[in-house]
């Protein structure tokens, strides 16, 4: 996809600093990080939603990813956690439509984190996590 920045840079067209290339992703440095070693893995196909890509696949960018998250620590950036992110859809804020894991290297007071809602503290009935477990459950045949 000519407009895709990803298949562009798995393409050749764009510079990136792959650390990992396999037949079914590439792993590179995210060029705008949130610490030093966030890296993200991409599929080498392009799929744009987590809905498009094959169970295999996405099966085998965790395990890239879990080997890199691995690797962070030894490599002698600064690292004392992980987190893995893959944002599905604009409202989840993904920004290239184009599926990518998120490696990101934390460390305390790194001032990166998920801002919680203010019903996040007002704790659901079981009566309506039975009814969302029950439509979800349907949903999944």
Do not use: W
Not at 14 to 42: F, M, R, W
Not at 123 to 138: A, F, M, V, W
Request: hydrophobic fraction near 40%.
């Amino acid at each position: 996809m000519s407009d895709c920045v990803f298949c562009r840079i798995l393409a050749g067209e764009l510079p990136s600093s792959t650390i990992y290339k396999d037949e079914v992703c590439t792993a590179i440095l995210d060029i705008q990080p949130i610490n030093d070693g966030h890296v993200l893995v991409i599929p080498n196909e392009h799929y744009p939603r987590l809905a498009d890509l094959p169970p295999e696949v996405g099966g085998h960018l965790f395990e890239v990813g879990q080997r890199i998250a691995a690797a962070i620590p030894k490599s002698g950036v600064k690292c004392e956690g992980v987190n893995f992110f893959l944002a599905d859809g604009k409202a989840a804020m993904q920004d290239v439509f184009h599926v990518h894991l998120h490696v990101i290297p934390r460390y305390e007071g790194d001032g990166f984190g998920f801002q919680f809602p203010v019903t996040y503290f007002e704790l659901p009935t079981r009566d309506k996590l039975n009814k969302i477990e029950g439509y979800i459950k349907d949903a999944l045949g």
